[in-house]
């Protein structure tokens, strides 16, 4: 089944300890991208890669890492989480750019920073 | 960056009833995408528009990309308590500006509640 897994679902955690999100699709994309869902915010982009060793940041990168050694994995790292980090976050993947075509989404973390 | 301003924000309906929704944008765009996230998932795509007046149906779901580009618009017909969720529309970003690239930007979402 084509599917984008992210773990953990749900984490709470205290300030300053760094955190891994991880994301991996099945499907071969060479697209993938992290998004934040906030109240009345929307999804706002933290970072994309547009293929292996390639990646950029999105609209809110800061406090962010990633990583995109393989085509399949594109962890999220967050080196010192602080409150303001609690969020939804969610993977998604697509084929080409990302930019015209169908994401493919994962089920989304949710991240809660004390 | 470039904004997609959705409206409205949140809708309140009774099953049976029909619903419509719209994006618009000061730019111009070349795709209109639309997802939909049901409760506890991530969003999905419902509807592409790839050409300006275009008009695709999915279902009960019927999406037209506005002739100015600059607009688009979702309507679902007689809802049923399932279409409950948040409806998002996106589009690249219209033109790559000097030493930046293409992004997806997405609206902030319309809220859909459906009383049965």
């Known amino acids: 089944e084509a599917q984008v897994t992210q773990n953990p679902r749900y984490l709470i955690t205290v300030t300053g300890k760094k955190l891994t999100v991880t994301c991996s699709q099945n499907m071969n994309h060479e697209y993938m991208s992290w998004y934040r869902q906030d109240p009345g915010l929307g999804l706002r982009q933290i970072y994309y890669s547009m293929n292996v060793e390639v990646t950029d940041k999105g609209d809110v990168p800061e406090g962010y890492k990633v990583s995109r050694k393989e085509k399949r994995n594109f962890p999220l790292i967050l080196e010192s989480p602080s409150p303001n980090q609690t969020s939804l976050y969610f993977c998604?993947?697509?084929?080409?750019?990302?930019?015209?075509?169908?994401?493919?989404f994962g089920e989304g973390s949710r991240l809660t920073v004390l | 960056g470039q904004q997609l301003n959705q409206s409205p924000q949140s809708m309140f309906i009774q099953e049976g009833e029909d619903v419509s929704m719209n994006c618009t944008s000061s730019?111009?765009?070349?795709?209109w995408l639309w997802y939909k996230q049901d409760p506890g998932e991530g969003p999905v795509l419902l509807i592409a528009l790839y050409k300006a007046g275009e008009l695709t149906s999915n279902g009960r779901l019927t999406a037209q990309f506005g002739i100015t580009r600059k607009d688009s618009f979702l309507n679902i017909s007689a809802s049923i308590p399932s279409d409950v969720g948040i409806y998002f529309c996106?589009?690249?970003?219209?033109?790559?500006?000097?030493?930046?690239?293409?992004?997806?930007?997405f609206g902030k979402g319309t809220k859909l509640t459906v009383n049965p």
């Open positions: 996106a589009g690249p970003t219209p033109h790559i500006a000097q030493g930046g690239s293409e992004k997806l930007v």
């Open positions: 730019s111009i765009f070349n795709t």
């Open positions: 998604a993947s697509s084929t080409g750019t990302g930019l015209t075509g169908e994401l493919f």
